[in-house]
């Protein structure tokens, strides 16, 4: 055992703990919340998708976030801390690391940034149907795994770029911790390569499961190496515990191939 209480057996292997948070809730998840409800068929984000900032209640999510981080203790924090670059993530955890006191540098890292909808950017499900009948209709006939619009990306084509990610987490080399600040279609698909989902099992989970705004989920493997176990998913125990409003904003749940 080194000073650390580790192994050398675990040393050699990758990382020990896996937390996936969703960022705080976003102007762009009001806005799209908004159109919804009045019908709309364009969502009147503020800015483009990457430069979207956190909601004032999202910016309390992340606070909330960063006071239950700082209850873990010393030896079982994240030795690692890495966001998509989009602005609500990293903004999330900024917040949260600087709340937590946690000695930590935020790192990003492009591949966890949310999907890219191409065309389809800025349009709730009416504009779709209106503007681009025959996308919505190769949307329902390929269904969300494998539907890609133009100039933006299918779900596959995340999970793509999301294994080379957890692929770095077996070449460590040092038992870290770390922690992923990314978006609910990242951490959906991060759960369809760590569990070995097929199609069917991740569009079940992904209509009848939405992701909630600065939730916590959580994979251990004690030996640093071998399959990930799922210890918890989606918890937001940690905002209602300190009154913080619980954000619920989903994506379609018109998912699977019709």
């Not at 239950?68 to 993530?89: F, K, T």
């Not at 990293?90 to 890292?109: F, H, N, S, Y």
Request: glycine fraction near 8%; charged fraction near 25%; hydrophobic fraction near 40%.
């Amino acid at each position: 055992m080194n000073e650390d209480g580790l192994t050398d057996a675990v040393q050699e292997a990758g990382a020990v703990e896996l937390v996936l948070v969703r960022h705080g809730e976003s102007e762009g998840n009001v806005a799209a919340t908004e159109a919804r409800l009045a019908g709309a068929e364009v969502i009147a984000v503020p800015a483009r998708d990457p430069d979207v900032n956190l909601s004032d209640t999202g910016q309390d999510q992340a606070k909330a976030l960063g006071t239950a981080l700082a209850r873990i203790a010393e030896n079982m924090r994240p030795d690692a801390v890495v966001s998509s670059p989009y602005a609500r993530a990293r903004q999330t955890a900024e917040i949260a690391v600087e709340t937590a006191g946690w000695p930590v540098k935020v790192l990003t890292d492009e591949r966890l940034r949310d999907r890219e909808l191409g065309i389809l950017d800025r349009l709730t499900s009416r504009g779709v149907e209106n503007r681009y009948p025959e996308e919505a209709e190769r949307r329902l006939w390929l269904g969300k795994l494998y539907y890609r619009p133009p100039g933006g990306e299918s779900w596959a084509d995340v999970a793509l770029r999301l294994r080379s990610v957890l692929d770095e987490l077996n070449t460590l080399g040092s038992g870290r911790r770390v922690m992923l600040v990314c978006h609910d279609a990242v951490i959906l698909l991060v759960r369809y390569v760590l569990e070995g989902m097929s199609e069917e099992d991740i569009l079940d989970l992904a209509s009848t499961t939405s992701v909630l705004n600065a939730s916590i989920t959580r994979y251990v493997r004690p030996t640093g190496s071998g399959p990930w176990e799922l210890e918890s998913f989606n918890v937001a125990d940690h905002l209602t515990e300190q009154g913080v409003t619980v954000t619920e904003h989903a994506g379609d749940a018109s998912v699977h191939p019709q």
